[in-house]
């Protein structure tokens, strides 16, 4: 099954290694998700700040990948389901020695009880 063209670009290579809002902020994140139309990483909803789901509501981008080592995912917010994408532009992951949560030294000692559940 081919994917969506209009919801994915494989060639856009990753906004940077963080979280684009939480790093203008000072904050911090559990994990990271790449916009697939313009490559913008934000954090997931079990982030304190939800940027990927805000970005995707505001963009009109609906699909995300995991920005995470070992994890190869789609999630289409139209559909609310995984699904099938093509091989995105590396990097395809945040860089193996950025600590989870991260970043080292923003992530406060209590990380866990400030989760969204």
Same mark, same amino acid.
């Given at each position: 099954?081919?994917?969506?063209?209009?919801?994915?670009?494989?060639?856009?290579?990753?906004?940077?290694?963080?979280?684009?809002?939480?790093?203008?902020?000072?904050?911090?994140?559990? /994990?990271?998700?790449?916009? %697939? &139309?313009?490559? *913008?990483?934000?954090?997931?909803?079990?982030? #304190?700040?939800?940027?990927?789901?805000?970005?995707?509501?505001?963009?009109?981008?609906?699909?995300?990948?995991?920005?995470?080592?070992?994890?190869?995912?789609?999630?289409?917010?139209?559909?609310?389901?995984?699904? /099938?994408?093509?091989?995105? %532009? &590396?990097?395809? *992951?945040?860089?193996?020695?950025?600590?989870? #949560?991260?970043?080292?030294?923003?992530?406060?000692?209590?990380?866990?009880?400030?989760?969204?559940?």
């Amino acid at each position: 099954m081919k994917y969506d063209e209009s919801a994915i670009d494989p060639t856009v290579p990753p906004s940077g290694t963080g979280c684009v809002e939480c790093e203008q902020t000072g904050g911090w994140w559990l /994990h990271l998700r790449r916009c %697939t &139309a313009c490559g *913008h990483i934000g954090c997931c909803d079990n982030s #304190p700040a939800q940027h990927a789901t805000g970005h995707a509501k505001s963009s009109g981008h609906s699909v995300i990948c995991s920005f995470e080592p070992g994890e190869d995912w789609f999630w289409d917010y139209r559909t609310e389901s995984f699904m /099938h994408g093509p091989k995105m %532009t &590396a990097p395809t *992951h945040h860089p193996a020695d950025q600590p989870t #949560p991260g970043p080292r030294g923003r992530v406060p000692a209590d990380w866990q009880s400030e989760l969204n559940a």
